[in-house]
């Protein structure tokens, strides 16, 4: 059962019952259609509330029916919307905590609504591409009119209750603190006998001039809806609630664009992206019981650029942290960069100036080991050296805590041979930042040969308590966002060998949709970084071929932004991007030098190559089980590298494509120069050959 049904006196009470939100499943729907019957049946029972149990009235749609037939089976939420709305006896919503999505729906077409205050009011199926579909666009303009509506349902946001009270949408507001359900008791009882039912369709919009408020509307939403579809067509069913004079002509528009919608392809991504979210967090051989151990203060040992972002993490989540250098004047530096940022932030209006202090304050900085060796997690970001990383880890293994956590921000080092370092290799974990760490919302989780399951649970728990989306990957060079992105820029730099520039190609992958090309990130993050990997490359698999042009232009010391030049020039104090005749001239040069033919090259090859390379990389990361899944794969990109989130990510975009023709892609490039890097990844060849995808 998944609703319950209790009669106080002559009213019937109708509990939603399916945790953790209520969600509106299919068993749920069914109790819910059977509690109305089952009063409408007793003639003791005058009127019925319809509430919802624990956490929420309902957070809407099951997310575990998505994309399962229950979601169709009667009775849908179209039915028991119907069946509330034609009930003979007056119903009401008593609403506390959450009323979102069908929920909210839900609610419309109860005869009345009730609320505590403090309760998030939404409509969010904007977010994943679709638009309320059960009557949402319809009934609340009728009672918030249409300025409230557009706002709530082009941007999905909540609002809170106690907002809204004064408005038609609420009958009643209750008092902070009160018995809903005996409130809603009371209420239901006061209007039992009011005939005829109200009913939220008979209601009109009310606006002086819909037909400019509505143009209007279209222009800016369309001017910030970017590449997806959903909050125009948000517009045009709201507008429907106006334009159309029929209630149910309303309807049937609304639910055809929301049909048209579920099949696009941006809300197929956005649907796999909130899917991916959630799947992230498990780890099959990790049960969700798995012990966690208690975060309550965290240390980090280096104050450079990661160094200081990581600090903040844990100050921003209200965990006192001690940050560890060698010289003081280094640490010195790393909290002046920290302050630097918060004050930023606070500038920008997005932190309160009372919390800047308050946020420092739970910033130390030592030049002593001893201080930091009660800290419950540590963690390193020394320079990306062994020798280095050697010497932190035995000194932590001496003098941290027993049970303490010891992570390393590492990017490329194997992390099994860091845990070696140490007597207690089942306590060391990655944990690999992205650049801003205080800003970038991807945390790779590194899990070692021998790293304990408590205490990869517990990376895992405290990644949501930073806020950021924590995916496991196993132990290999570059694990998995780095090594994919090693492929990527391998593309990017041939392509230069081979007739494009660096201006062309990062407007063609800006284009498809990327944040930012290859050549603008690498002179933000630094060009000197990829070289010194290139470097250690060389030594180490020198097999692997490399364009020489990302090296000659650091032989000129073009490092990046950091530097006034890159790939691109760069006038001080400004990060626009401006292309570069001395670069130019040095590519075009180069060509010569290796006897290469400049060639035109198309956009289409540019995205082509980029992406496939990510993709076959991610296949092979797939394959030797460095991901636990292609939707993994998928996270790091969307939230670690700009892959466009309307494109779901690499494995998700080459799903899309099709693997045939990606395969088919490969195969013509394979005859082109450098064609060894085209060899596919046999995951991909025989999945091609299944005619299956990645995400199944
Ligand atoms: N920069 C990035 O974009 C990025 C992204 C992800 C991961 N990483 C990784 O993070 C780590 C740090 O990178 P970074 O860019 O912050 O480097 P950085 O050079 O900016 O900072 C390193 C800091 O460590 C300090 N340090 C060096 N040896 C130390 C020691 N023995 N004890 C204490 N402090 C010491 C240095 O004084 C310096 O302040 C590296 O492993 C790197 O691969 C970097």
Not at 130 to 151: E, H, V
Not at 495 to 508: N, T
């Amino acid at each position: 059962m998944s609703a319950d049904y209790q009669v106080h006196g002559d009213v019937a009470v109708i509990t939603l019952n399916n945790p953790p939100v209520n969600g509106l499943g299919l068993a749920t729907r069914s109790a819910a259609v059977d509690g109305v019957h089952r009063a409408e049946a007793d003639h003791a029972v005058r009127a019925i509330v319809i509430t919802g149990a624990g956490k929420a009235f309902s957070g809407g749609a099951d997310i575990r029916e998505f994309n399962s037939p229950k979601a169709l089976t009667e009775p849908t939420l179209h039915s028991l919307i119907r069946v509330v709305e034609n009930a003979s006896k007056p119903v009401v919503a008593a609403i506390h905590s959450v009323a979102m999505g069908g929920g909210l729906e839900l609610a419309l077409g109860c005869h009345y609504r009730v609320a505590l205050p403090g309760a998030q009011i939404a409509l969010p199926e904007v977010k994943l591409g679709l638009l309320p579909g059960a009557g949402g666009t319809q009934r609340l303009p009728r009672l918030l009119g249409l300025d409230t509506t557009l706002d709530m349902v082009v941007s999905g946001a909540p609002v809170l209750s106690d907002k809204l009270a004064g408005t038609a949408l609420f009958d009643e507001m209750f008092a902070a603190g009160a018995d809903l359900v005996g409130a809603a008791v009371g209420f239901a009882r006061k209007v039992a006998d009011v005939r005829p039912l109200p009913k939220v369709r008979d209601r009109k919009v009310e606006h002086p001039d819909p037909a400019a408020f509505l143009q209007s509307s279209r222009a800016t939403v369309k001017a910030m809806a970017g590449p997806f579809p959903a909050p125009l067509a948000c517009v045009e069913a709201v507008a429907a609630s106006v334009t159309m004079e029929d209630f149910e002509e309303g309807l049937k528009f609304e639910r055809e664009r929301f049909l048209h919608l579920m099949q696009t392809p941006e809300s197929k991504a956005l649907r796999h992206a909130f899917m991916a979210e959630r799947a992230a967090g498990k780890v099959p051989d990790v049960p969700s019981e798995t012990p966690v151990r208690s975060i309550a203060s965290a240390a980090v040992v280096g104050a450079g650029t990661m160094g200081g972002g990581i600090a903040m993490n844990f100050a921003n989540a209200g965990i006192p942290v001690t940050i560890l250098e060698t010289q003081q004047e280094a640490l010195d530096k790393g909290l002046a960069t920290i302050r630097k940022n918060y004050e930023n932030t606070v500038r920008k209006g997005k932190l309160a100036p009372e919390k800047l202090e308050q946020r420092l304050g739970l910033i130390r900085g030592t030049l002593s080991y001893a201080e930091i060796a009660a800290a419950d997690i540590v963690i390193e970001a020394v320079f990306e050296d062994m020798g280095v990383k050697e010497a932190v880890f035995r000194e932590l293994d001496r003098v941290m805590k027993p049970g303490a956590i010891l992570a390393s921000n590492t990017s490329t080092l194997d992390l099994d041979r860091i845990a070696g370092f140490t007597g207690r290799p089942q306590d060391v974990i990655g944990l690999h930042f992205f650049s801003p760490a205080n800003v970038m919302k991807l945390l790779e989780i590194v899990r070692g040969r021998r790293t304990g399951k408590d205490v990869l649970a517990t990376a895992l728990a405290l990644s949501k308590k930073i806020r950021k989306t924590g995916v496991v990957a196993g132990v290999c060079d570059g694990f998995i966002g780095n090594r994919m992105l090693e492929q990527y820029l391998r593309q990017a730099y041939f392509l230069l060998d081979e007739g494009a520039l660096p201006q062309q190609v990062d407007h063609a992958i800006e284009r498809f949709g990327f944040a930012m090309g290859p050549f603008r990130m690498s002179d933000l993050a630094g060009n000197d970084i990829g070289w010194y990997i290139r470097k250690r490359r060389a030594i180490e698999s020198p097999a692997i071929a490399y364009s020489k042009t990302a090296d000659l232009l650091c032989e000129q010391g073009r490092f990046g932004q950091k530097t006034g030049a890159g790939w691109y020039d760069y006038q001080a104090g400004e990060r626009k991007a401006r292309p570069s005749p001395v670069v130019d001239d040095m590519i075009v040069q180069h060509s010569a030098d290796i006897g290469l033919a400049r060639r035109e090259i198309s956009d289409q090859e540019i995205v082509e190559r980029l992406v496939f390379a990510l993709v076959n990389e991610g296949a092979k990361i797939l394959e030797e089980g460095i991901a636990l899944r292609a939707s993994d794969i998928d996270m790091v990109y969307l939230t670690g590298y700009g892959f466009p989130l309307h494109r779901g990510g690499p494995m998700f975009y080459a799903d899309t494509v099709g693997l045939p023709k990606v395969l088919a892609a490969m195969e013509q490039y394979a005859r082109g120069r450098h064609g060894e890097a085209w060899k596919p990844a046999p995951l991909l060849a025989r999945l091609a050959a299944e005619g299956k995808g990645f995400n199944g």
